[in-house]
């Protein structure tokens, strides 16, 4: 069998050559235009959004981070205040406590001394009113032994002296 | 690894209705491939035969266009033997013995395959589309003699029957094997002519063989010639009486792959706009990673910051060759044109990026060409004229590249192809045609793979230099001369 041989794609055709420039200056100009314009725009728009959005957490992120060392500085803040707070309660109380204390024993003193003062006041007294007893009973003893010296010297004697033992200091 | 049993073989497991197979935590297509492709658990010969089947689904498109030579050729070929039959008086005005004016193009002759022959005949361009069997799509028809003026018609005019080869003339044109020729007679030009059938001869004419095509008309040989091409006679073509400006099926297959192509873009363009602010998804996600890498990896890095200007020549040229790269490589309707590989189509892209280098050139370019600086005189007389003639080469080396790759591939393709019809010496021993189908079906596999690769890299190394030119012709000067 025969084929018409004839290499014919290497001939320069004017019939392709016109077709081609005209469908490929059409498609050159319709796909730029209706095509890849809104491709290329919709793609750097995006290209900018997603940069945008990556650079916004970025920020949010350092934002996140710089707020984190700030609530951390304040939380130490916090808790130099709190034990400095705690510490003035202590140094607060045991100032209380001491001064309690004091008074206290000021007033535990104060009592004390007045107790004295009043067994003072009533020893005297004590003394006094003894005194004054022993003073009566002295005179009833020498009335009662000068009753009785009259009969018997020896016997007064004794009666004396057991006047002078039944005699109780109270 | 996987919770289904990885002994099952992979067709038969479970949970795989939902899609190719069940997806499992993966979101990128690599990922997907890396994971199915251990499941494909099949022994080389199961294998075999699937490559096998499928260059069968793959096959009757060329056997078709080819085996309706043969019609002893029985079979899955028996149908074209019908076809032969319908057309008895072609063949039997001719038969055998050579007429006197050569030998008859459509003759049966038993035993004679020419795998080369049947390539390039495949892989020209042609005034209609063979779609199967004996149905051929017509095509508009445009065509200009000078002094006759212009005739508007379609192929079917020419009542092409088999091989696509017509009955009758028309204002002196006639469809030889789906090309238009003319009659060199004028006088036959008047009236519409029956074609009783075609020959051809080999004469030599300048010490060069040249094949002149004859119609015959009332048993006379009237000579042919065919359409003006502008090789200057270097190609053994030539201005002659008529001009062909027809929608041809080159012209048809740019049409309907700038369509696809515009309409895809469109949707996610449209896409793009609609979903403003969401995750690209579908087709818009298929497509913007292309876009980013024609901008990041091809403009940028070649063309620098001026690149935008540039985006859409560069994104439209990729893929337009892409697209016709890929649908020349389907083997049946549509596709099978090899519009990239003819040097037509090269020519006005590498024009065009030529034109654009010289609009982009800048001072600093003209100087390095002309006059470069800082070497010495007596070389710079030796270089100029080198760098006037790279002027020209750089887009002559990109339109003979992409021509040269895809025409280079089409015809191997044809050929292993054509491997069938060898081993059964041109359909006569249906053993032998087995045998080559046996032989050329995982060989054409293997080139249509290697294809759609070379399909990718043409069209990327096409737009990678046309953005280096016009990053050559941008270029600043960097300070300091060299």
């Known amino acids: 069998m025969v084929f018409i041989v004839d290499f014919s794609v290497i001939k320069p055709d004017p019939g392709l050559l016109i077709w081609t420039t005209v469908i490929f200056g059409l498609f050159w100009f319709i796909m730029s235009r209706f095509a890849f314009k809104p491709i290329a725009e919709s793609l750097k728009k995006r290209e900018i959004d997603i940069q945008s959005s990556l650079d916004e957490a970025k920020i949010a992120r350092e934002e996140m981070s710089n707020l984190k060392a700030e609530n951390e500085i304040l939380l130490a803040k916090a808790r130099e205040e709190r034990s400095a707070i705690l510490k003035e309660a202590k140094d607060a109380k045991d100032d209380i406590i001491a001064d309690a204390k004091e008074r206290a024993n000021a007033e535990y003193k104060r009592k004390v001394e007045s107790a004295i003062q009043d067994i003072e006041n009533q020893k005297q007294a004590a003394i006094i009113a003894l005194k004054n007893q022993a003073g009566q009973m002295a005179i009833e003893i020498a009335e009662k032994v000068l009753r009785k010296e009259l009969s018997n010297k020896s016997e007064q004697e004794a009666y004396a002296k057991s006047l002078a033992d039944n005699i109780t200091l109270n | 690894m996987f919770s289904h049993d990885a002994a099952q073989p992979y067709f038969f497991r479970k949970n795989n209705f939902s899609g190719f197979y069940k997806r499992e935590s993966h979101c990128t297509f690599a990922a997907d491939l890396k994971y199915a492709l251990p499941i494909v658990d099949m022994t080389a010969f199961r294998k075999y035969w699937i490559v096998l089947i ?38 039997a005005h001719h038969g055998e013995e050579h007429s006197p004016c050569g030998h008859p193009i459509d003759a049966e002759t038993e035993g004679v395959y020419n795998a080369g022959d049947a390539a390039i005949h495949h892989i020209a361009d042609a005034n209609s589309i063979h779609i199967f069997g004996d149905i051929f799509m017509p095509l508009p028809c445009f065509l200009y003699a000078p002094g006759f003026g212009w005739t508007i018609t379609s192929s079917s005019a020419f009542h092409p029957h088999h091989h696509g080869s017509g009955e009758v003339s028309k204002d002196g044109y006639v469809l030889v094997h789906g090309s238009v020729m003319r009659l060199k007679d004028e006088a036959l030009v008047a009236e519409e002519q029956h074609i009783e059938g ?215 393709v044809l050929c292993f192809v054509g491997l069938i019809f060898i081993f059964g010496k041109a359909g006569t021993s249906v053993g032998g045609s087995v045998a080559g189908f046996f032989a050329a079906a995982p060989l054409t596999i293997f080139m249509m793979a290697l294809e759609l690769l070379v399909a990718f890299l043409q069209a990327f190394i096409f737009v990678m230099l046309s953005a280096t030119y016009f990053g050559m012709a941008l270029e600043e000067p960097h300070g300091e001369h060299h």
């Open chain 2, 54 to 91: 499928f260059s069968a689904l793959c096959l009757p498109t060329f056997a078709q266009h080819e085996d309706h030579n043969h019609p002893q050729e029985s079979g899955a070929q028996a149908e074209t033997s019908a076809d032969a039959n319908q057309h008895p008086q072609v063949d």
């Open chain 2, 198 to 412: 075609y020959t051809h001869n080999t004469v030599s004419v300048d010490g060069k063989n040249k094949t002149i095509y004859y119609a015959m008309i009332n048993g006379s040989c009237q000579e042919l010639v065919n359409k003006s091409t502008y090789d200057g006679g270097l190609m053994g073509g030539g201005v002659t009486s008529f001009y062909d400006y027809s929608i041809t099926r080159n012209v048809f297959t740019m049409l309907l792959t700038c369509l696809i192509l515009f309409l895809a873009f469109r949707a996610a363009a449209v896409a793009a706009r609609r979903r403003e602010g969401q995750a690209p998804k579908g087709l818009q996600n298929f497509l913007e990673p292309f876009y980013t890498f024609i901008r990041d990896d091809v403009a940028i890095p070649a063309i620098g910051p001026k690149y935008e200007k540039y985006m859409p020549f560069l994104l439209s040229v990729f893929f337009f060759i892409l697209g016709l790269n890929l649908i020349g490589q389907i083997p049946f309707f549509p596709g099978s044109a090899n519009v990239t590989g003819n040097i037509s189509i090269t020519i006005v892209l590498a024009i065009m990026t030529f034109i654009l280098t010289l609009i982009s050139s800048n001072k600093h370019y003209w100087e390095h060409i002309l006059w470069m600086p800082g070497i010495p005189a007596w070389v710079k007389v030796i270089l100029t004229p080198v760098e006037i003639l790279g002027l020209f080469l750089k887009p002559f080396t990109l339109l003979l590249r992409l021509f040269a790759n895809i025409t280079a591939g089409h015809i191997v």
